[in-house]
C-alpha cells in the first residue's frame, strides 16, 4: 500500500481542479491521505467531513475522481467526522439504531472516542447477544450506507459503568478489538497481558473455505498469497496478509508500530489466532489476530532411495492448459532429487530458453520436448498426441524444423500438425513416446484392433506411455470404459506387447498443475473455454516416486518399479545435455564495420570539437570504441547508423529510445541526437569548447555567450550521461539500440534492413500473449456463477492471479527484426511461426520471445511512433528544421510552468500549464507534476519525464520529499543515472555505485550493507529510503531524447500553432468527433463536461476522445476554429491550416474511411464532379459515405443530377 497525498483542501481540489459540480457540499473537507493498494487495483481516499453529505453526492463525487485514474482501477472514497460531530449524529441516529440491533429502549450505552464507536452494555447476556448477531458490522454498514461514513464499532461490556476496571475488562475483550504491538523473529505477540484466557492451544482449528463471520477464538494455517501494509492513525501501519490454505482464502489483519516489523513474506506459511468479523476497510470478514507464528510449510517430499524422472510435463505455455511456471516445476523436481525432467507442452517449445535457466540454476538435466499433434495423410482427420524428446543436438535441431513445419504448412483447426511421413524422415536424435490415452497406441487399445495391428502400430514408438488411473478415468464417466478394471487392463496390455517388441514403457503424470489443490485452475480455464467436464476431481499434478508407485501398485511391486523408476531413468541416461539457445554473440556480417565505425566517430569528432580533440573528448571517444569494437559490437552501431542516415536522407527524423544515447559514438554517428558529454558551449566557426562542470545538469541551460576566440554565438550541449548505463560498467553487455521511426517510414525501413541483410535471414521478432488479470477474474467469476459458488473476494482473487500468465496465443512485437548472419540458421536458434497462428497473415516470426535470443542475435528495434511524423509535417508546413530549434528556447519553456506564451487564462482550458498536445508532457499525470513542481529548465524536464515513466519514482515517493520540504526537485532521484553519478560524487567507488543503480533501476532496493556504505559517504536517510522504494527507473537518456522531441514540438505550438494543431489532429486525433468540433468552444466545453461527468460510467471510447477534445478547446481560446469539410479543398486525411483555422479532411467525419476519402481526392483531380450523382457513380461510394457527406455540408454547391431540364 502506498500513501499518495496528505492534508490537502479537498473543497479546493474539488472546485478548482475537477470543477466539480456539487464542490460546494464539501466545504471545509480535508483529504487526509490516498491509499493506494497495487495488488487490489484500489485507491481509497480518507475525507474528514465537517457535517454528514447526502449518498448521491457521494456517488457523484467518486464518479468524478473517478474519471482521473485508469479505467481498471477502483475509487473509493471514504468520509470521516471529527468525534464531537460524530456524537451528534450518533445521538440524531439512536432511536433508528436501537431497532437495527433487535433492542427497544435499554440501557445500552455509546460513546465516540478516536472515530470509533463503543456499544457499551452492562450485561453478559445482552453482551453475548449483541456478538451472536455481528451487531459491530450492522452499525458499520448502517452507517456506510446512509452517511458513506466509516465508523468503526465495537462492543464494550462494562459492569459498574461509573468505575472502570480494567484489569477484568481485559479478559472480557474479543480478540477483534486487539491490536498486535510488535514482531519478534517469526512469532508476532500480543498485547503484552491481554487475552490471556485464548492461547492457540484452545483456539479451534478451522478450514477456510469453512469460515464464517462472528466466529471467534478460532485458528487458521496456510500460506501468503500476498499483502498489503497501510498507516494508521498514531504513526502505526496495518497490515493485511491474503492467507490461503487451498479450501479458500482469508485475509488475516494485525497492527504494528512500524512497516519495518513485518518479517513475514509472500509464500510464507503461517499459524494465526483470533476472530472473524467484517471488516469495512477489505469489505469482508476477516481475522483479526491476536497471535501470529510461522509454521513449517506442509510439502510433499520424495523419500524413495532412487527416484523416477517424469517425462511428460507441462508449463504455462502449453496454451490455455498448462499453470505450472517452469521455474516451479524445475525446482520442484530438483528439490525431491530427481536427475531430471521432460517439459512437453502442447505444441510449442517456447518454455525451452526459460527451462535452461532454472536447470543451471538449480542443477538438474532438462529434457527438451514437445507433445505433438501427429496425423497420417489427412491433415483434417483427428491427430494423435505424441511425445517427441531431443536427445542430441540434432535432434534439438530436427525437433526445432518440426515444430516450425507444424506451424507454417500444417496448422490446421488450433493445433500446430507434424505429419508421420516428415516425422520419420527427420527423427534422427530423437525419441518417440506414444503419449497419452489421445496417442496412437492407447487408441487402438480402446478401438480393440488385434494383436497384429498393435504391434505394427507400437512399432513406430521408441517408448510406450502409460499414466495414473485417475488420469483417465473420465472414459469411464463417458462410457468409453466400464471400470477402473478396464484401465488397468489397457495398461497392463501396453506393457506387455512393449516388452514383445523388447521397448522400454514410462509412467508419466501428464503433468499440467504442480499440486493436487491447484486442479481447480485448471478447471477454470478450461470453463472459461467452453468444456463441460472441468471438474478438478482428478488433477494433473506433479508426483513423487512413492506416489506413482502406488498408482501402479496393482502391476506388482517389481512391475510397477520398472515403469515408474527404471525405464524412465533408462530414457533419461538416453539424452545428452542440451543447450536449446547457443552460447555466444552472433551478429551479421559487414566487411570492414569496425573500421567504419571508428572512422566515423573520429571524423564527426574533429568536425565538432577541432583537431586536436580536447583531452576529455579524446578519452571519451578512446573508451567507447576499444568496449564497441572489442566486444564485436561494431557491426551494431554501423546498422543503426545506415537506418538513421537512410531515413534522413528520406526526409524523417529518428528518435532514439533507451540507454542509446549514452554513447558519444551513437551521438557522432548520427544513431542519436543525444550528446552525452557534460554541458557545454562549442563554437560551430572555430571549434572552441568550454565544459562546465558545475551550476547546471544539462548544456541547453546555459545562459547564451558569444564565442571569445571568434565572436559567434556558441551552441550549448551536452547531457552528462555516463557510458556505464549503455554498455555495463565493463563495457560488454550486447548493446539494445531502440529507435523511433515515422510510423509512416516504418515499413521502409523494415525493407532495407532486408535489403542489408537478404529477406532470408531477417524475421520479426516474436512474442507471447498470456491471460491478462482483466480477462482472469472473468474466467473466475464465469465458474463460480455457473456453479454456485459463493467465494470470498479473497479466494477470488488468488484464483486470477494463479490462472494469470497462461499462454493463449503469440503474436509479434511491433517493431523488432531478428537478423541472422548469413553462415547460421535461424532453426539454430529458434523454430519459426506465424504471428497468432494466423497461416494467412504472410508474416514469419520467431517462435521463442525475442528477449530469450536477444544475447546471441541481433534484434532491431524499429519501432513506428507519432513523433517523428508530426515533425516531418511540422517541417513540411512551417519551413523550419527542427534540428535548428534552440533547445531552451526561453518561450517555449513557459508553457510547462504556465500560458503566457499561449496568451490564455487557467479557467479557458482547466489547467494552469500549456502542455495539451505535447508528448510525454500532456497527461493529467504528467500535467499535475508540473503544476508542482513548475520547471524553468530543461534538466529539470527531463527529470520530471524520468519521474513521470518509473514506477514508484514520483507517486509514494520524490512526490511527498518535494511537497515536504525535504528535498528539491534537483535533489530527488529522477533517472536510474542520477544514482550512480551521485553516489561517485560523494566518494562512493565507482564500481560499487554501478552495482547500487543497478539493483534500485531492477526493483532491487537498497540491502542493509549497501545502506551503510551509503551512509559512510554521507548519504541522507531520506535519499536511501528513496532508493528501497523504487521498482523500475528511466534511463537519463532515453528521457532525454523524449524531452528533445518534446520540446521541439513544443516551440511550433508556440511560434507556429496553426501548424501543431493541424499536425496534432491529421497524426495523433484516431477519434475525431466533427459535430462537436464544429460547435465551436462551447460545444467542445460541454462534451469535455458530460465525459468527466460520467465518471467511471464514461465508454472506452468517450475517455479515449477526451485529449483530442482538451486540443480542441485550447486551440479555439487561443483564436481559432475548424472549417467544415469542402469537396474540393479537403485533403483525404490531414488537416489544413486555411485562414485562421484548420480545414477538416474527408476522414474526420464518421465512417469515411480513408480509402473512400483518397478516391474522392484522386478522381477530383482529374475532372471536377458535375454532381451528387456523379460524384457516388465515379467514386463508388456507398449510402452511409454519401450521406455524412451531405450532412456535414460537403456536398453543398453540387446539384442532385448533371441532367438539364428542357422542359418546365
Sequence with gaps: ?????????????????????????????????????????????????????????????????????????????????????????????????LPLLKLQESDLRWRVENQRLDLISSHQQQYQELLNIEACSLVTRWFKDNYGLEVIARIRLEENPEQKQPQKLQTLIPAAELQVLSCDSFKLKPRKNAFRDKSKSKATLVKMGELQEGQQNIRVEGQIWHKEIRDIRGGRCAVEYYLTDFTGSVIVKQFLNKPEDDNLAIDQWIMACGDIRYDPFTREAVLFASLIESMEAPQRLDLAPKKRVELHAHTKMSAMDGLVEVEQLIARAAEWGHEAIAITDHGCVQAFPDAYQAARKHGIKVIYGVEGYLYENDIKEKPYHVIILARSLEGLHNLYRLVTLSYLDHFYKNRPRIPRAELSQRRQGLLIGSACQAGEVFQAFLQGLPQEELRRIAGFYDYL???????????????????????????????????????????????????????????????????????????????????????????????????????????????????????????????????????????????????????????????????????????LYLIAHKLVKKSNQDGYVVGSRGSVGSSLIAYLTGITEINPLGPHYLCPGCKYSEFVTSGVACGADLPDKNCPVCGMELMRDGFDIPFETFLGFEGDKVPDIDLNFSGDYQSRAHQYVEELFGSENVFRAGTVSTIAAKTAFGFVKKYCEERDLNYKNSEINRLVKGITGVRRTTGQHPGGLIVVPKDRHILEFTPLQHPADNKDSGIITTHFEYHAIGEQLVKLDILGHDDPTVIKQLEDMTGVKASTIKMGDKTTMQIFSGLEPLGIEPEDINSTVGTYGIPEFGTRFVRQILETTRPSTVSELIRICGLSHGTDVWLNNAQELVQSGVARLSDVICTRDDIMLYLIQQGMDPQKAFKIMENVRKGKGVNQEEAEHMQRCSIPSWYIDSCRKIKYMFPKAHAAAYVTMAFRIAFYKVHYPLAFYASFFSVRAEDFEAETMLGGYPAIQKRIQEIEKQGLKASAKDKKLLPYLEVALEMHARGFRFYPVDIYKSHATRFQVQGNGLLMPFSALPNVGAAAAQSIVNLRGETPFLSIEDLQMRTHMNKTTLEMLRKYGALSGLPESAQLKLFG
Design 1 to 97: 500500500m502506498k500513501i499518495l497525498a496528505k492534508g490537502l483542501d479537498f473543497y479546493g481540489l474539488l472546485h478548482n481542479d475537477f470543477q466539480f459540480c456539487q464542490a460546494e457540499a464539501w466545504q471545509g473537507a480535508v483529504l487526509l491521505k490516498v491509499e493506494v493498494y497495487p495488488g487490489l487495483k484500489l485507491w481509497r481516499l480518507l475525507v474528514e467531513i465537517q457535517k454528514p453529505l447526502p449518498a448521491d453526492i457521494l456517488e457523484q463525487t467518486a464518479q468524478c475522481l473517478q474519471s482521473y485514474v485508469d479505467e481498471d482501477i477502483r475509487v473509493e472514497l471514504i468520509t470521516q467526522l471529527d468525534d464531537a460531530t460524530l456524537s451528534t449524529l450518533v445521538s440524531d441516529s439512536w432511536p433508528s439504531l
Design 465 to 635: 506411455e502409460i499414466q495414473p488411473l485417475s488420469n483417465n478415468e473420465f472414459l469411464i464417466e463417458q462410457g468409453v470404459l466400464p471400470d477402473r478394471e478396464a484401465l488397468q487392463e489397457i495398461n497392463r496390455r501396453i506393457v506387455a506387447l512393449a516388452e514383445e517388441l523388447g521397448k522400454p514403457v514410462v509412467a508419466t503424470g501428464d503433468v499440467h498443475v504442480l499440486e493436487p489443490h491447484d486442479g481447480i485452475l485448471r478447471a477454470i480455464i478450461q470453463a472459461g473455454q467452453g468444456y463441460d467436464d472441468t471438474e478438478s476431481d482428478h488433477p494433473l499434478y506433479l508426483r513423487t516416486t512413492e506416489e506413482m508407485l502406488a498408482e501402479f501398485a496393482y502391476m506388482g511391486g517389481a512391475a510397477a518399479r520398472q515403469v515408474v523408476i527404471e525405464d524412465p531413468n533408462r530414457i533419461m541416461a538416453m539424452v545428452e545435455a542440451i543447450q536449446p539457445v547457443p552460447d555466444g554473440f552472433y551478429p551479421p556480417q559487414i566487411e570492414g564495420a569496425s573500421e567504419e565505425i571508428t572512422d566515423l566517430a573520429w571524423k564527426r569528432g574533429r568536425e565538432l570539437y577541432g583537431d586536436p580533440l580536447p583531452e576529455l573528448v579524446e578519452k571519451r571517444i578512446t573508451k567507447e570504441l576499444r568496449s564497441i569494437t572489442g566486444n564485436g559490437f561494431s557491426v
